[in-house]
């Protein structure tokens, strides 16, 4: 088989560089191990498919060179993006800080995704088996036979979900073509805790609150969810992705109270009342009573409490500081960070510097998103520089 383009992966990325370069007349052959296209995009959003983020904006991306992404993102919009979606009549609602889903499944951006890349071929079950450069273009032997083509893009993703079929592929194939690789780590995932710190969370489990997280000068506010191994939710999947092992993360439990003066007001008003009682009418009722517990305050009342108890009280809720020892890892992370080195790639058009023809785009790239649809933005902006300068190529 002879062919413009052959594209490594059939996932966000991978697709949508598809359907660009076979809009520039290029012929095109994708090819993914997997038995169906886009499984990530199936899974995203509970089903529903967060495909973009109004917001989006260079600083809700992490990478070693921060400035990368911004050419990619510049060059193909989310607006951009929904246009494909309203002309392929998919229904679409923004639920929150610019959080775009489809109205129904997923499936249905993939479903347009493999309509837009009409006329190329999509060889799935198809596992690649060697790729190597030759005088003018790259072969690549593969399960179903020989391809040969003029440019590759790599868009097998990273390690994340690899029940899904996730694989260190992308890495192995930016090595041996000399490219650099930045460390990689689970992102967008669980953090875990320890025995000690397990004894207040576990009892916790399904208990959710909305918070505030911070490691370091960063910070996020969304809901936080504690779980049978430590804790979960969009604020600490966001938070994750910054944390690194034996860093701490100081949460606030409730971001719009001030507990200590809430506490010295009910004091005044005669506060007989069990101090839990008073916490568990702003907290979970399971939360504030496993605090009081953990302080030795169970059934204590209020009005025998000092001042300094009372800071005490309103520093764990506010400024509750824990240090997990893990993650859940890349069984349930969303994304990969790190990746491959950006030093290494044109950002106009997502091509290896010192391996003319050869692309690399999406999650493998040393480039990931905040929660809340970045991640396939830039899968679809890195998808289309490369798409394009295959059309500069070719004319």
Not at 21 to 36: K, L, N, W
């Amino acid at each position: 088989m002879d062919c413009d383009l052959l594209i490594i992966g059939a996932g966000a990325a991978g697709l949508f560089c598809a359907g660009t370069a076979v809009a520039q007349g290029a012929s095109v052959v994708v090819i993914d191990h997997a038995s169906r296209p886009g499984e990530k995009i199936r899974i995203s959003g509970g089903g529903r498919c967060n495909f973009t983020n109004l917001a989006t904006s260079r600083e809700r991306f992490l990478s070693e060179n921060q400035r990368f992404a911004a050419s990619a993102l510049a060059g193909f919009r989310p607006a951009d993006f929904v246009a494909l979606v309203d002309r392929a009549g998919i229904a679409w609602h923004e639920k929150t800080l610019g959080q775009l889903f489809c109205d129904g499944k997923a499936t249905q951006i993939t479903d347009m995704l493999i309509r837009r890349m009409t006329g190329g071929e999509l060889w799935l079950d198809t596992g690649l088996e060697t790729l190597a450069r030759t005088a003018d273009g790259f072969v690549a032997r593969t399960s179903r036979g020989v391809v040969r083509a003029g440019r590759v893009v790599v868009a097998c993703g990273a390690k994340s979900i690899p029940k899904m079929g996730a694989t260190g592929l992308a890495y192995d194939l930016a090595r041996q073509f000399g490219l650099r690789i930045v460390e990689t780590r689970p992102g967008l995932v669980p953090l875990t805790f320890a025995e000690q710190d397990l004894a207040l969370s576990k009892p916790l489990a399904g208990i959710a609150v909305e918070a505030e997280v911070s490691h370091g000068k960063t910070r996020f506010r969304d809901a936080l969810l504690f779980t049978h191994r430590g804790l979960s939710g969009p604020a600490i999947l966001q938070i994750s992705s910054f944390w690194r092992p034996g860093g701490e993360i100081v949460v606030n439990l409730a971001p719009d109270l001030d507990i200590g003066a809430l506490l010295r007001e009910r004091r005044g008003q005669g506060g007989r009342v069990a101090m839990q009682t008073v916490l568990g009418a702003h907290l979970p009722a399971r939360l504030a009573d496993a605090i009081a517990a953990e302080m030795g305050l169970e059934g204590a009342r209020l009005a025998d409490q000092n001042n300094a108890v009372i800071d005490r009280i309103a520093a764990r809720i506010h400024r509750w500081q824990v240090r997990p020892v893990g993650s859940e890892g890349y069984r349930t992370a969303e994304v990969t960070v790190g990746g491959v080195d950006t030093r290494d790639l044109d950002a106009k058009t997502m091509q290896a510097r010192d391996v003319p023809g050869l692309y690399f785009i999406g999650e493998c790239v040393d480039v990931t998103g905040w929660l809340g649809g970045y991640n396939f933005q830039w899968a679809w902006a890195s998808a289309h520089a490369a798409g394009l300068s295959l059309a500069a190529h070719r004319h």
